[in-house]
């Protein structure tokens, strides 16, 4: 089963914009995790979010947590064509580490 | 230092045949981790293993599905009778321990004729 849902499931813009995207979530957790994909190879970890957390950022990746509300953002500023890829979000419940995965957003970035 | 690899990077059987899947975690990491990923849809979880048990294997979905890691390092996932429904990317990862950043291999895609 698939805990975490993203949103929206498709997302699409210019080259230098900035991309939101957003996971929600339904049991607790003890980090979160974002990942990256390229035409279904393997995964590339981007960034990870404990659970005391609120904010992080990684070079033009700004996540955020939101455990009240049981969701995440991750926000990729300045885009470019590159970044094109499915990005999916991952919880981690802690006690044995399996991450679950929602079924991924696929941004296209317009050169 | 290296990645985790994954051999073979791609796999045709046909149904009813046996295959293994091959994973080399990172060097040192203690965690070694299965998903199978279908078409369009995010990683599932299959098993996880700290050292060399398993510790958690609640998502192989049947028992024709096993796997090893006799020494604590490599581990091999081995199907049996193998049905269509198998066909998927079967994606390793490992990690230093629970609750850390896991590191993914690139993959086995896996299509039973």
């Known amino acids: 089963s698939q805990q975490g849902e993203e949103d929206p499931q498709a997302l699409s813009i210019q080259e230098g914009e900035n991309a939101t995207m957003n996971c929600s979530y339904k049991?607790?957790?003890?980090?979160l995790q974002w990942y990256r994909q390229n035409s279904g190879r393997g995964l590339v970890h981007l960034i990870l979010?404990?659970?005391?957390?609120r904010e992080k950022h990684s070079g033009r990746l700004r996540v955020t947590l939101d455990t009240s509300k049981k969701s995440s953002s991750l926000l990729i500023t300045a885009s470019r064509a590159a970044d094109t890829a499915s990005y999916f979000c991952?919880?981690?419940?802690?006690?044995?580490?399996?991450?679950?995965f929602g079924k991924g957003i696929t941004l296209s970035v317009r050169p | 230092g290296a990645g985790v690899s994954q051999t073979p990077s791609n796999k045709v059987t046909e149904k009813g045949k046996y295959v293994e899947l091959r994973c080399d975690p990172i060097?040192?990491?203690?965690?070694l981790y299965w998903y199978r990923q279908s078409l369009g849809q995010g990683p599932e979880f299959l098993i996880y293993?700290?050292?060399?048990?398993?510790?958690?294997d609640s998502g192989l979905p049947n028992d024709r599905f096993f796997a090893v890691r006799p020494e604590g390092s490599v581990s091999t996932l081995k199907i049996q009778r193998t049905e269509r429904g198998d066909s998927a990317m079967y994606l390793c990862?490992?990690?230093?321990?629970?609750?850390?950043?896991?590191?993914f291999g690139p993959g086995t895609r896996l299509t039973v004729l």
């Open positions: 990862a490992s990690s230093f321990g629970g609750a850390d950043t896991q590191y």
């Open positions: 049991t607790s957790i003890n980090n």
């Open positions: 979010i404990r659970s005391n957390e």
């Open positions: 991952a919880t981690d419940p802690g006690a044995n580490s399996k991450l679950t």
């Open positions: 060097s040192g990491h203690t965690a």
């Open positions: 293993f700290q050292g060399t048990g398993a510790a958690d």
